[in-house]
């Protein structure tokens, strides 16, 4: 196969006009080509193949568009098996589980008059359909017309190619939940609002938009609650309505409509509307939007033969540069201001939504961290705007509080952002109060997944006890633990000696849910005795989405103490071994179904390991602690090539707010951070023979692996800036002072390489 060179230019620095990077002769494809935002579409209920939709939308955009497939209010939006297509939506969803919120659609129809949503639906087929980040682009085959759409950060570009036809329609949907549409014939605009949401939101929470078209109305219809048309009609105000715009058209003839939204007022969305598109065409607000995402992509580039790779690699890092979405505004002063989630006034300062922390925690804020350190300071300005306006810090936000999940997960986003100095300083004060209070205050949290769920409990015990009718009590106690050494780490690093000591002595508290006798982390009684029976296959009770086989590793900042608590190193990599080396095997009493997530491990012929949910995914990096880095080599390449591909069947369960593909772009590097809080990055093995990253301080930073192929996977030597390196761990500020590490691979394990006591990553147990 020949040689394919796919980046070598020198990573340009984008200026405001959003220029898009010049590529060199040997670039045969800009990087945002590569991406498919179909990957993980074709999911349902009963199992996730990454339970995603095609985002249109710019990075972390306020608003993102996408078809319809199913019906207003379905949290599975587009089901790539589907055929028919309702609408285009403004949407907000970070998951099917939380749905989505402010939604309102477009749809063209021609002929006689459809508007329901049953009615109007048109077929479809993704051999006429064009799916890019920047582009969206169908044939509606019932009405012989494309719809295209092109998206801003708080716009879109609309474009409808019509057929001829005495009755072309544009309609706007406003949904369900309370809405308002006013047709200006006079301005060609529809103006109005919508309110439809899950929760999370105060009651004076809307969503304003503003439509502008180029065409003349004809006709001018609404509609009311319960589908009831108003014909020749202006305005409608209910439960659920929509405006109908109607003309004849010409073969060919294209109407195109520019949209903007805001949550803080109807004179925002226009500003919206006029700053981020006004007089452009849609080909320049298409291309504006491809500018964008060039310039992301580019922060990364590959070189490698395997153009499927690439292909997966860049639709993953498409995922990771969604979410949290910006729910942040510039006003007429060109100052950043908010609606607040939280107590519904517009203030001052940055926000971010729509991310639930129990997932993203562990690798997303990190590459924020590692490679958009500006970006990642902004959303802990948001963080600390949430805290202010809330009293507490969010730890599932959609946009508001939202009640799911577990965990204290926001102080090791906070610290590990704190320590690698992306916290502005006027925030840090602010900040490790709200993580404090995380820790030591129970009452008048606003959901059961704000602050620390049976927190008494575990301030006084040690554990979160499993008979006290707290769910999940076992998974509490660890992420606890962990979540009080990363509130240690910073305390130490500001100087408070008591706090930090306070913290790391509470830290070990993972060791108290440690069943010696089964080697697992165990549900504990208030009375100090195990849960019994224990069956360390059943899924939830004790735990949260797995077992015990799955959580026993959560113990993110003490390998070395588990290790110690199993009896030793041997033992310790012999138990990782089984759990891939077992049947797939269950109990799934708890739930009373077999849930997707079961059936997620069951299939893909890796024993128990459940790589398509979060708790488990550090765990193959852990042989490095036992001084086994070959079996990480060899188990993260597995992964990497037979769970995940650019398809729409892509990925192997939840992709949950770019997380699974956080994954996915570290492994493929080489590295992933195991503990977010410590300066350090596990090694696994690299996928590519290239890889190059263009740090935001202006260093690059290079990963190169020779002889790497499909069978070579195995590192048997390694170079940091050309010496030798033997650590099975690079650290933070190796990767940001720039520099090349390189690796030599080949297709058998070397069982020396950075296999020494002093070669394994950092454990807490280490320093003490």
């Known amino acids: ?126 051999k006429a359909e064009t799916v890019k980040p920047y582009h969206y682009k169908v044939y509606l085959a019932d009405y012989d017309t494309n719809v295209e759409v092109a998206p801003t950060e708080r716009a879109a570009h609309f474009k409808f190619t019509f057929p001829k036809a005495d009755s072309s329609y544009i309609m706007l949907d406003a949904f369900y939940k309370g809405s308002m549409v006013k047709i200006i014939p006079e301005e060609r605009k529809i103006i109005g609002y919508c309110r439809n949401n899950r929760g999370g939101v105060p009651d004076n929470f809307h969503n304003y938009f503003v439509a502008e078209f180029d065409k003349d109305f004809e006709i001018t219809h609404t509609w009311t609650d319960d589908w009831k048309l108003q014909e020749n009609s202006k305005n409608s105000e209910g439960e659920h309505v929509g405006a109908i715009i109607g003309f004849k058209t010409k073969k060919g003839e294209i109407v195109h409509v520019k949209v903007a939204s805001s949550f803080i007022s109807p004179e925002q969305a226009q500003l919206n509307l006029d700053r981020e598109i006004g007089s452009d065409s849609f080909e320049t607000t298409q291309q504006k939007a491809k500018n964008a995402w060039e310039k992301e992509l580019n922060r990364i580039q590959i070189e490698d033969e395997n153009t499927d790779h690439i292909k997966t690699f860049y639709s993953c890092l498409y995922r990771v ?97 704190f320590l690698k100095g992306n916290v502005a300083s006027k925030d840090e004060k602010t900040l490790l109060e709200a993580i404090l209070k995380n820790a030591t205050i129970e009452e008048g949290r606003p959901a059961t997944s704000v602050g620390r769920e049976g927190l008494d409990y575990y301030n006084k015990l040690g554990y979160v006890p499993y008979d006290v009718k707290i769910n999940e009590n076992t998974a509490r106690t660890l992420e606890y633990a962990y979540a009080d050494f990363t509130i240690a780490k910073m305390a130490e690093k500001l100087g408070n000696k008591e706090l930090a000591d ?149 990925y192997c369960g939840d ?57 070579n996977y195995y590192i048997q030597s390694a170079s940091l800036n050309g010496k030798e390196y033997n650590n099975s761990f690079i650290e933070y500020n190796a990767i940001q002072n720039g520099g090349k590490l390189e690796f030599n691979l080949g297709s058998k394990p070397n069982k020396d390489w950075a296999s020494k006591e002093e070669s394994v990553p950092y454990s807490l147990s280490l320093e003490n």
């Open 1 to 126: 196969m020949r040689y394919l060179t796919l980046l070598l230019i020198s990573f340009l620095a984008v200026s405001c006009k959003n220029e898009t990077p010049q590529k060199s002769e040997k670039q045969q494809t800009s990087l945002v080509d590569y991406v498919n935002p179909l990957m993980g579409t074709d999911s349902k209920y009963s199992l996730s193949n990454g339970n995603t939709y095609p985002a249109i939308a710019t990075p972390w955009g306020m608003n993102f568009w996408t078809p319809m497939t199913s019906k207003m209010g379905d949290g599975w939006t587009y089901k790539y098996n589907e055929n028919k297509i309702r609408g285009i939506k403004q949407t907000h969803q970070p998951s099917p589980w939380i749905n989505d919120y402010a939604a309102f659609s477009f749809m063209a129809v021609t002929g006689k008059l459809k508007y329901k949503e049953e009615e109007r639906q048109s077929w479809f087929s993704h």
């Open 321 to 417: 540069l969604l979410f949290p979405r910006k729910f942040y505004e510039i006003n007429d002063k060109n100052e950043v201001v908010h609606y607040s989630p939280y107590n519904g006034e517009v203030v001052p300062g940055y926000m971010f939504t729509d991310n639930g922390f129990w997932d993203t925690f562990r690798a997303v804020f990190p590459f924020f961290n590692l490679m958009y350190p500006e970006l990642n300071s902004q959303i802990m300005e948001g963080l600390a705007n949430t805290y202010k306006e809330s009293g507490w810090l969010p730890e599932w936000a959609s946009p508001g509080h939202r009640d799911c999940m577990i965990g204290s997960n926001s102080a090791p986003i906070i610290a590990d952002a």
């Open 502 to 650: 306070k913290f790391y002595k509470q830290s070990f508290n993972y060791k108290n849910v440690f069943d010696a006798s089964t080697n697992l982390m165990r549900g504990k009684n208030e009375d100090g005795t195990f849960q019994s029976p224990f069956n360390p296959l059943k899924w939830g009770d004790a735990f949260t989405e797995g077992n015990s086989l799955h959580y026993t590793w959560s113990v993110f900042h003490d390998i070395e103490g588990l290790i110690n608590l199993m009896g030793g190193k041997d033992t310790f990599v012999k138990q990782l071994d089984t759990v891939f080396s077992m049947p797939p095997d269950f109990d799934d009493s708890y739930y009373g179904i077999t849930i997707h997530e079961i059936r997620e491990m069951q299939i893909v012929n890796m024993g128990n390991y459940a790589h398509g949910n979060q708790p488990i995914q550090h765990m193959i990096y852990l042989y490095n602690h036992g001084q086994t880095p070959y079996k990480a080599q060899e188990k993260v390449r597995d992964v990497l090539t037979k769970l995940y591909t650019a398809t729409p069947d892509g």
């Open 655 to 711: 992709e949950d707010n770019g997380q699974t593909s956080a994954w996915y772009v570290f492994s493929s590097l080489g590295f992933y951070p195991v503990t977010p809080g410590v300066d350090q990055y596990v090694i696994g093995s690299p996928l590519f023979k290239k890889a190059m990253l263009h740090l935001e301080n202006g260093n690059t930073f290079t990963i190169e692996a020779e002889n790497n192929s499909p069978s």
